[in-house]
């Protein structure tokens, strides 16, 4: 995790008993699991704010992280200098967006709850004390906010904490606002894709061009029982092992997203949807291309191609040619 967010965390959280955080993460915990978050505030009650921090932001940090580094890379020299964070929760993804793109001098972030967004603002005054200075929290629901234009635009697990009717409005309005590029990350399950797979068609409908993880811009390929997702690896903080009364000390956080733009960067020529299978003399490999879903053998005999392939990991652009 990135150094200060986590020393954030440590400061907001370190002194509280990890008693009083039990109760509040297992309730945030059940809620979670059994998809009670749709449509509706609940609030977070006592100690659930804290709760969240504590047990789920260090992992969409990660993932949002993840994703945004890949977003700089495809756009080499792109430097946005506004973010607009919906749904921003103690404000994850503006932390996740500064430590990649230092560039960034404005956040504006749009959170419903009044108790999460006190304590993004705490989060803030401790940590991005300069960027702070210039930015702007709303309490408002980011289904209907208006907002000004921003570079980045990032809709970090809040999709589906819509209403599904309001799903593609919330899109539109979204789309509306992005300058450079609007990023939507969901869970890496297939309802989370299944959501982003929606609004993958109707912002394609709407002139947008996506930036990754599709090299194309066609139909989505993915079909039956597969789902598009990607992982990434973070340690856990030992207040984190013990409120989830977990016994390693790092997790896999699963995540699906999507990353578009009114004019794409440069098309990958295929992104890697699954861990590849390294085997003697052979790589096996499963690929998203321009024509569709691919499996792929490289053999050794192909020399650099096969350097690359096995270098590749889940996730990983590659260059084939
Ligand atoms: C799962 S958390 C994600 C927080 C943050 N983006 C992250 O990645 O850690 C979802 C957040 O969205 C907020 N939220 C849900 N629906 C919302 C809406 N309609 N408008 C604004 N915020 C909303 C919730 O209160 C919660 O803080």
Redo the contacts with the bound molecule.
Sequence with gaps: MNATFEAAIERELGDLHRRDLRGPASVLSERYRFGDVTGVSHGFASGQAQAYLAT??PA?FAA?RKVLAELGSLRPGWAPKSILDL???PG??TWAAVAVFPSIEHAEL????PE?AALGIRLGRNGLPDLLADSAWTIA???EVTTPKSDLVVA???LG??RHDRERSALERWWGAARGELLLIEPGTPAGFERLRAARSALISWGAQVTAPCPHDDACPMAGSDWCHFAVRLERSNLHRELKGARLGYEDEKYSYLAVSASRPCVPVARLVRSPRPHKGHVRLWLCEAGGLDERVISRREGEVYRRARAARWGDRLELN
């Excluded at 749009?110 to 709850?113: A, L, Q, S």
């Design positions: 789920r932001a969409t949002t749904g921003a929760g994850t993804a749009v959170e419903r709850e999460m629901d980011a289904a970090a697990y809040i904490e819509l």
